[in-house]
């Protein structure tokens, strides 16, 4: 009978978690473990001693001269008893034998795993090794993770993201409601200012033209009269009637260009305060950008130039009220970037280039479907709108943040105004956006829209 092979073996240790709260983006660092590593030299009658001891310990790293060889988990190792034979295998023989005939697939993972992906990891492995505990590599060496242990941490942060979901949507539904009741505030506002302002622009050419009128009668009297009384002429004198006639027709015409600038300002206004109707409408993309513009024209403070390329667009089915929200974040963005880089600047001190003046370009054009590389019929045709700044340009970490912020799985947590405008084109109007940026050459954002 061959003799029993010894060995020294560390009794095992439990790590101690993370005391924080968890999140959506915590680790497998963040959870207790099990520490039990022993050399494969040993037998499985000295582990079994171990976990008669340690009742929930749920397997063994094996190691080899110091060096990780495997895992056999409390399960695996204790089926050896029933087997023909296994009892005297279990007792004589070492570890690494054992290993032999009782090797399955390992699933070995990094300590700064997600808790969420191990446990979608963890469920993709084939039925038999469901409950085989998770090998996890820290930065000490290498330790054991008990599956329900993990499932019931992943099922509380799931417990905790669709609470975020909740209180997000709840926010967003308290928020869609307050905006929709300023909407129409602005739009009874709107609709009030319209009024007066349309009184003034309707009446003003008639005034314009009474006035002419009277001008002209004016002169034929002093025709007719070439000798007016010394009263009619210190009257005349009075009321200083010569500059009187060369600036009255200046003055109408400044009412009526401030008349018919209040009306476009408050004509966009009702615009962007439109609530949108179930179905999608044809619309004007140019003059909803050129109402956008207008609205943000106080902002740039003299010191942000504008430019517009439109090209040749077809109406374009959207919801009004939503585009004109996107053009509004993405614009407003641009103008911050612009206005926060000229303080920046202004600060340090340093020699602002004149012949880079900050500067907004809005382009617009139709492109086929290879140029806009998305998946759709070789024949569609699209509409891109890009804006673009001279500014500063995004960080690779800002940029970073953005992509997070766009991504399904993300979104949860992080709700910008970006990810709302994402989530308008992508699922209300079938677009996309895309954004390119490099730091010192400035950002462009391109909308994609598909024409009908």
């Known amino acids: ?45 000295e582990v079994a001693n171990f976990f008669d001891k340690y009742p929930l310990l749920p397997g063994v790293i094996l190691l080899e001269q110091g060096k990780f060889f495997g895992m056999i988990s409390r399960r695996r190792l204790l089926e050896f008893l029933i087997r023909p034979h296994g009892e005297k295998l279990f007792h004589q023989e070492s570890l690494e034998v054992l290993y032999s005939y009782g090797r399955t697939t390992i699933l070995l993972l990094p300590d700064t795993t997600s808790i969420l992906t191990a446990m979608q990891l963890s469920l993709k492995r084939s039925p038999e090794i469901l409950a085989e505990p998770i090998v996890v590599q820290t930065a000490s060496g290498y330790s054991l993770l008990d599956v329900q242990e993990l499932n019931i941490t992943a099922w509380q942060i799931r417990g905790i993201e669709n609470l975020i979901r909740y209180e997000h949507s709840q926010a967003q539904m308290i928020q869609n409601d307050k905006m929709a009741s300023l909407g129409r505030l602005v739009d009874g506002v709107a609709h009030e200012i319209l009024d007066p302002v349309g009184f003034i622009w309707g009446n003003i050419t ?123 974040n993405i614009l407003s963005e641009a103008v911050d970037n612009l206005l926060n880089e000229g303080v920046r600047q202004k600060l340090h001190l340093e020699v602002k280039n004149t012949t880079n003046k900050p500067k907004i370009e809005i382009t617009t054009e139709v492109i086929s479907q290879k140029a806009c590389n998305l998946d759709a019929a070789p024949d569609s045709r699209w509409v891109a709108i890009r804006i673009t700044d001279n500014g500063p340009g995004i960080s690779p970490e800002l940029q970073q943040q953005i992509i997070e912020s766009l ?42 829209l598909p024409l009908v």
């Open 1 to 45: 009978m061959p003799e029993e092979l010894t060995c020294q073996i560390s009794p095992p240790f439990v790590s101690v978690g993370s005391d924080r709260d968890l999140v959506l983006e915590s680790t497998l660092q963040e959870l207790s473990m099990y520490n039990f590593q022993v050399e494969i030299s040993c037998t499985g009658a």
């Open 206 to 328: 008639y005034v314009s033209s009474y006035t002419q009128d009277l001008l002209k009668l004016i002169a034929g009297y002093e025709k007719q009269l070439p000798s007016p009384a010394l009263e009619i002429i210190d009257l005349k004198e009075e009321i200083e009637f010569d500059f009187l006639e060369q600036d009255l027709s200046q003055a109408l015409a400044s009412i009526r260009t401030g008349a018919e600038r209040l009306k476009k300002l408050v004509t966009s206004l009702q615009n962007f305060c439109h609530i949108d109707e179930i179905y999608p409408k044809p619309l004007d993309l140019h003059a909803c950008i050129d109402s956008i513009v207008l609205l943000i024209n106080s902002r740039l403070q003299g010191e942000i130039e504008i430019v517009k390329c439109y090209g040749h667009l077809p109406p374009v089915y959207g919801f009004v009220g939503q585009l004109n929200q996107i053009l509004m």
């Open 407 to 448: 991504s399904i799985e993300k979104s949860a947590s992080k709700q910008t105004s970006l990810t709302a405008s994402y989530r308008i084109i992508m699922a209300r109007h079938g677009g996309k956006i895309n954004f390119r940026s490099h730091l010192g050459s400035g950002t462009e954002f391109e909308i994609l």
